[in-house]
């Protein structure tokens, strides 16, 4: 257990529908990653928090992307008008400076009909 | 942009051997991460280094900041270290964390 939860962790939707994500980390885990991950490629950064601050976005996330962390504790990732390219395993991870590793949720994976 | 290089992109052992995955990036870095993903399952962090050699049971990890490499060794390897194993930096000055495609170990009894 790596004390970073995420829901769902799979969800199927049609092409245009909004969907959201959800990334639990435990309290102590200031810092918040967002990946996306492809079948067969590394993850890929989306974006990153320092408790409630959005300190940096990948340039690869269209503005069809948003991200949030309200009070530092929980994040949501919400993708409108969802594309089939869109279709992929959405990572979140969690880390307290200092730290050395870097904790990982089991993902959610999106499939985008 | 880090461009980050793993090799092999698979690798086949048996049951016992030692095992090296390498690492190379292109540009400063103020940390580099070695991660494990099982199939089907989540992303564990194996090591973080920004200098030197790590040891974790047998596992190996080696940095030379130098020449921007980095290896991960498995000693007496064993089928339940079968994963993709990951290298990923984060660049000098920024938060991301940049990640190579894995190499994939399958280690056979």
């Known amino acids: 257990d790596t004390g970073v939860s995420q829901d769902p962790r799979h969800k199927i939707t049609k092409r245009g529908q909004n969907v959201t994500f959800r990334c639990d980390p435990i309290?102590?885990?200031?810092?918040l990653y967002w990946y996306r991950q492809t079948l067969g490629q590394g993850p890929e950064f989306l974006t990153y928090?320092?408790?409630?601050?959005?300190?940096?976005k990948s340039r690869l996330l269209s503005d069809r992307f948003s991200a949030e962390r309200p009070k530092g504790s929980f994040s949501t990732l919400e993708i409108q008008r969802t594309e089939q390219g869109d279709s992929a395993m959405y990572l979140c991870?969690?880390?307290?400076?200092?730290?050395?590793?870097?904790?990982f949720g089991s993902g959610t994976q999106l499939s985008v009909l | 942009k880090n461009e980050v290089e793993q090799s092999p992109q698979n690798l086949t052992a048996q049951e016992g051997e030692f095992i090296t995955i390498n690492c190379s990036y292109s540009?400063?870095?103020?940390?580099l991460h070695w991660l494990q993903q099982h199939p089907g399952g989540g992303i564990v962090s194996l090591f973080m280094?920004?200098?030197g050699k790590k040891k974790h049971g047998r596992l190996i990890a080696t940095i030379n900041i130098q020449e921007k490499h980095s290896s991960l060794h498995i000693t007496a390897s064993h089928p339940r270290d079968s994963a993709v194993y990951i290298c990923?930096?984060?660049?000098?000055?920024?938060?991301?964390?940049?990640f190579g495609k894995g190499t994939k170990l399958s280690v056979i009894p």
């Open positions: 928090f320092q408790n409630e601050a959005q300190l940096e």
């Open positions: 991870a969690a880390t307290v400076p200092g730290r050395e590793k870097l904790f």
């Open positions: 990923a930096v984060t660049g000098a000055g920024s938060y991301q964390l940049t």
């Open positions: 540009v400063g870095i103020s940390a």
């Open positions: 309290s102590e885990h200031n810092r």
């Open positions: 280094l920004s200098s």
